[in-house]
């Protein structure tokens, strides 16, 4: 444990950061999980809402700062892949 006062305060501070940065991790992963699942059980409708979601996701985590923008991209184009595939 640290004992200077400015060294409490960053633990304090890094504790908080890194519960918010878990939990928009998980997230985003929930959310392209639940897209997947909905792709791989050939259900288009809710793929579709899923897909939404999944796109709100990771566009708001890019503007909050979890993840870079090309990464968000890169993700979802991959996975518009395969919504297009099962519409198709």
Do not use: C, W
């Not at 392209?32 to 699942?37: A, Q, V």
């Amino acid at each position: 444990m640290p004992n200077i006062k400015s060294a409490k305060k960053r633990l304090e501070v890094s504790r908080r950061n890194n519960l918010r940065n878990s939990a928009a991790k998980s997230a985003i992963k929930t959310a392209i999980k639940r897209f997947e699942s909905a792709v791989a059980g050939r259900e288009s409708e809710q793929a579709q809402a899923a897909y939404k979601n999944m796109v709100k996701t990771l566009d708001k985590a890019v503007t909050k700062g979890f993840l870079h923008k090309n990464t968000a991209a890169r993700k979802k184009s991959r996975l518009s892949k395969n919504l297009k595939a099962l519409i198709s």
